[in-house]
T-cell receptor, first 115, second 113 residues
């Protein structure tokens, strides 16, 4: 079935390096995507979003890229810091089973920042 | 503090029992979403309520039910609990359909023994 998936389950980067977390989606009708960060023991926290009419969106130290041709989404974190260590989820807004829209989450990528 | 309040934070119960999880949405939000997160799964959407009415339904078991009250708080009822129901249950609040994202609570960790 249609789903949102993540390419890598874990990613280890050195402090100060840039991180790239990838996500593939299969529902070409999806028009809104979000990246969430989840730290241990906490709920997911909104990082950045992008609509399908955009290719790129920048926040503070984070950039989301959307390639609709290959249905690919990526999150770039600049100058990764130890506090960035967490699980990152991409999510797409799509129609649920009976009606109405809800966010469908991928399984997550664990980012580990080493000193 | 995200503004979304979930209680209790931890819950341990036996198989076959019934529990109720509670969520108070962020001030001004009319929608409440419930998600289940287990060790081997990502966040699985269960159900959404908007201003007291069910709006969207995901992979929610028949043993589970939810409701949203006039004051907009929501409850998720889990009955005939099984070991496999052990998970983190998150509530999120926001607008309709996920636009502008959701704000998540800190979750309720349910352990069924």
């Amino acid at each position: 079935g249609e789903s949102v998936g993540l390419h890598l389950p874990t990613l280890s980067v050195q402090e100060g390096d840039n991180s790239i977390i990838n996500c593939a989606y299969s529902n070409s009708a999806s028009d809104y995507f979000i990246w969430y960060k989840q730290e241990s023991g906490k709920g997911p926290q909104f990082i950045i979003d992008i609509r399908s009419n955009m290719d790129k969106r920048q926040g503070q130290r984070v950039t989301v890229l959307l390639n609709k041709t290959v249905k690919h989404l990526s999150l770039q974190i600049a100058a990764t810091q130890p506090g960035d260590s967490a699980v990152y989820f991409c999510a797409e807004n799509r129609l649920s089973s009976n009606s109405g829209y809800a966010l469908n989450f991928g399984k997550g990528t664990s980012l580990l920042v080493t000193p | 503090d995200s503004g979304v309040t979930q209680t209790p934070k931890h819950l341990i119960t036996a198989t076959g029992q019934r529990v109720t999880l509670r969520c108070s949405p962020r001030s001004g939000d009319l929608s409440v979403y419930w998600y289940q997160q287990s060790l081997d799964q990502g966040l699985q959407f269960l159900i959404q309520y908007y201003n007291g009415e069910e709006r969207a339904k995901g992979n929610i078991l028949e043993r589970f039910s939810a409701q949203q009250f006039p004051d907009l708080h929501s409850e998720l009822n889990l009955s005939s609990l099984e070991l496999g129901d052990s998970a983190l249950y998150f509530c999120a609040s926001g607008g309709v359909g996920g636009d502008y994202g959701y704000t998540f609570g800190s979750g309720t960790r349910l352990t069924v023994v």
